[in-house]
């Protein structure tokens, strides 16, 4: 861990050797995330979910959203690998295509949310005072609508769709994630290199960022990946119920929505996208995990 | 800090959170795209109706002033009629919160009981295969969805098998057996979702617990194992992990929308839930503002309770 963290004062390697310090630190990390059997198992399962959402149009042996009226609720076959549901549309190609939702929110809400975390809990927290006070307000009030009622409440004013769901999912995970960015922040404040940075007498903001915040970004990294498998999950629910991308789109949880019709003649059209879901999200949880374990083993206890 | 000003204190800090989630749900309608009038009426409305609306919800009125009438109206507990149902908000809500916390209490109970023995062996036997199949069942309570269980219930053991309702409600005092059969899937699928994040929590506070200096000095004096946790840790590993549970309690009730959709079952979330999509959004408005409310408060009161239980806890 002492190795990782950072080389504090006087040392300013400039933006190529912060680059290349974030490489090496990068490099490392997967090193040490590779021997970690769980994370290993996380990552393979996570990189194929993204292989898949890239690589969706070869994948894919039909349309995904145009159907085949001549064979609905058809059984596997050679032609149609997991079969096709009551339009006709190939069940395989749509979950294929299914998976660059989970993709595209996983490459969205995480770093919004990180960013959202920095911005609104590091800064206002680095400096203290009123700002600082006023956003904790703000954080509690938003933390004061439980449970799914706050994306309900978002969406309700953003209106349905894939974008509005994305946009609902950052901020209605954003206050947790700034409590914790502060909390984070306001420990490190007090460790002797930031007093000992002030006292030669360098610049707030270029302690807070050059110092402070990459040393709180592993935690930082560890908890938004460990969020985004429950994240992954409110995405599908909220699909699911509707409120998420419209139909025809190729979206897993919009697809258990229309199975729930075929439960009585082909259950089997409402397993699959369960399970693409569930193998998704074990994936990355182990990967959470697996992070925490490597990055931040602190985390573990609590 | 004594109780009485941590108290007061706390009270303090409930005000400015309250005001602020006052103003956002209100906030609900000015915020929609267009006219708040509109989106009250169906495009039919003559322009008598659109005058009443106006009227009713004071649109003619500065919005500060609007806010004021909304919360002082709130207050005394009027929170304005259902547009497609016509009835009070509030009576909308007295029937439908009732069964949405007997649904929370049955999720709950069903966690607590697999989860709390499931950490506890965890965190005793641990490193061994009860640890790692109790880890193994709480990543896997993480990683399901829960809607897709509510389906795959529905579908095997009520359709298949027969055994329970599939959909619907029974008002406990109609017919008690009937609600318990009704609630017993719901509630399942509800505790399963729970048992992931409580299993963990149990089993690391009960760890955090059994490292503790006193539990070695009772193990250097001889003390059995199964003594130690059966006085001592389980005893106070309990405090926190209880304290966790009650908080989750509260989130719980914003958290059955999914499940009461699935199973049909008429709770508050299922209420904003259909409301949001016929664009009803007095209860949208009224039922969001309770639920938070709700939440704040027993928020307040495990704080409280915690700190009565556990005075060395020094909460900012």
Known sequence: MSAAKNIPLLDDPGWKGSVARFAHRFGMGLVRLSESRIALVGLIITVIVVLIAIFAPVLATHNPIKGDYSSTIAPPSRQHLLGTDNLGRDIWSRLVYGARNAV???ITVVPAGMLMGIFLGAIPGFYGGRLDNLMMRFVDAWLAFPGLILFLALLAVLGQGLWQTIVALILGGTPGLVRLTRGLVLAERERDYVKAARLLGERNWRILFRQVIPNVSSPLIVVATIRLGGTL???????FLGLGPPPPAPSWGLMLNEARNLMETAPMVAVYPGLA???TVLGVNLLGDGLRDVLDPRLAEK | MSLRLFILRRLLYMLPTMILVSIAVFSILQLIP???VDALLSITAD???RKATIKEFGFDLPLPLQYVRWVSRAVRGDLGRSILLTKPVSTIIGECLPRTIYL???GMFIAVCLSFPLGIFAAVKRKTWVDYSAQVTALVGLSLPAFWVALMLMLFI???????PVVGYTAPTQNFLGFLHHLILPAFTLGLELIGVQTRMTRSTMIEELNKDYVQTHRSQGLSERRIVGIFTLKNAMIPTLTIVSLRFAALLGGTAVIESIFAYPGIGQMILSAIRTKDYPV??????ILSFTFIFINLVVDILYKWLDPRIKLE
Do not use: R, S, Y
């Open chain 2, 34 to 36: 267009g006219n708040p």
């Open chain 2, 47 to 49: 322009e008598e109706t």
């Open chain 1, 277 to 279: 879901i569930f193998i």
């Open chain 2, 284 to 289: 949208v408005q009224g039922g969001v503002l």
């Open chain 2, 104 to 106: 929370a209490v049955g």
């Open chain 1, 233 to 239: 999950l409110l995405f599908a629910a909220l699909t």
């Open chain 2, 158 to 164: 009520g359709l298949k098998l027969g055994w329970l």
């Open chain 1, 104 to 106: 595209l929110v996983g």
